[in-house]
Structure formats: C-alpha cells, structure tokens
C-alpha cells in the first residue's frame, strides 16, 4: 500500500488549493478514504471522509472544513482529492491522507501517505 | 461531538519499564478505536484497531484494551524505538475525533 500526497503550497488568506492523494498497491476503488490534517506542533484532526462506488461516493466533512473544503475521488487514476477554499490561517497544516473501508474498525485509517504542506499566511 | 481524553499528556520512561496509556471518550464508542505512533516529521502508525487487536507487523510488547468509553494501551517492555507520541481515534460517530496525544519520552 502507498498514498503519496501533493499540492501543498503556501497560499494567502482568501485562497485556493486542490491537494492530490495518488493511490498503489490495493484496489483503490473498494476503500473509502480520508483526510486527517497536524497544525504545527498540534495534534490531528480529521478533516473528511469519501466513500466507495459502492456508498455512492458520499462524503463526510469536519465542521470546520464543511462548505469550504471538497473532498472527490477518480477511481480511475487511483486518486483522492482535497478542494480546499476560503482557506484561513487556521487551515495551516500537514495533510495526510488515509485509507479506510467499510468494514469499521479492521480497515479504519490503516495506512498514511507521508502528507504535504499547507501553509496559509499573508 | 465525542471528546477523547488521554491520560497522562506525556510521561518519562526508562527501556523497559511498563507504560500504560489511558483513553477515555465522552460517550460510548463500543470498540470502535485505533491506537496510533508518531515520530516526529513522519506520519502516523497503526498499533491497535478494534480496541484490541494488533496491528499485522506490530510488535507483541504493545497491546490494546477497553470497550465503551474507557481504553488502554500498553507497552510490556519500552524499547528505544518506543519514544514518541501516541494517538487514539473514535471512528464510529461523525465528526471522529482523536485524543490530544500523549508523549512518551526518556527518563
């Protein structure tokens, strides 16, 4: 298994920034996934949930993300994406994307990507 | 939303002593809670899910408890590799939340 993260960039207060999850080593399409972000020096916070085909790509979100942030998928191309506007200062973190299923607690935020940089900052 | 407790925020441990983490959430989760490490600058670990089971490739020396509100994690024999911080996650009601982390570092 590997999700490595990018599109972690420094962005202002006000702004943009889609961040990508590439996907290998299982079969992307049959595992929900998630977003979990780590403030500097902080500890983590869950940001979001995408489901599977099979749940209708439904999705979960934080209250502090929800109706700024987007969370989609491309089965396709293995990927998870993070649409993150109206970005704060508060939203400066690492992001980390992970893996989960449907099956509860076996499949519940397994693996990690190696997460990228969010700096929101004037 | 639940709340995670961990108790204590960090501790001072020497290579083989016994460490214990507590965990407590506001409300019953069953056993729907993970056991993570994280050393600095790299990502977080799966130890324990299901309250209780083992992580495949985990070593044995760590081993998870509890159910409702009330979880464990213990470490049998603290080795070098062991000094980090620890995380639990409820994963059964929106939004999961994950505790504040509890530090383990050398004595």
């Known amino acids: 298994v590997q999700l490595v993260e990018s599109g972690g960039n420094l962005v202002q207060p006000g702004g943009s920034l889609r961040l990508s999850c590439a996907a290998s080593?299982?079969?992307?399409?049959?595992?929900?996934m998630e977003w979990v972000r780590q403030a500097p020096g902080k500890g983590l916070e869950w940001v979001g949930r995408a489901r599977d085909k099979a749940n209708g790509y439904t999705t979960e979100y934080a209250a502090s993300v929800k109706g700024r942030f987007t969370i989609s998928r491309d089965d396709s191309k293995n990927s998870l994406y993070l649409q993150m506007n109206s970005l704060k200062t508060d939203d400066t973190a690492v992001y980390y994307c992970t893996r989960s299923d449907s099956s509860g607690s076996v499949g519940a935020f397994d693996s990690w990507g190696q997460g990228t940089m969010v700096t929101v900052s004037s | 939303d639940i709340q995670m407790t961990q108790s204590p925020s960090s501790l001072s441990a020497s290579v083989g002593d016994r460490v214990t983490i507590t965990c407590r959430a506001s409300?019953?989760?069953?056993?729907?809670l993970g056991w993570y490490q994280q050393k600095p600058g790299k990502a977080p670990k799966r130890l324990i899910y299901a309250a209780s089971s083992l992580q495949s490739g985990v070593p044995s020396r760590f081993s998870g408890s509890g159910s409702g509100t009330e979880f464990t994690l213990t470490i049998s024999s603290l080795q070098p590799e062991d000094f980090a911080t620890y995380y639990c996650?409820?994963?059964?009601?929106?939004?999961?939340?994950f505790g504040p982390g509890t530090k383990v570092d050398i004595k």
């Open positions: 409300q019953g989760i069953r056993h729907d």
């Open positions: 996650l409820q994963h059964t009601t929106y939004p999961f939340t």
């Open positions: 080593g299982f079969t992307f399409s049959d595992h929900y």
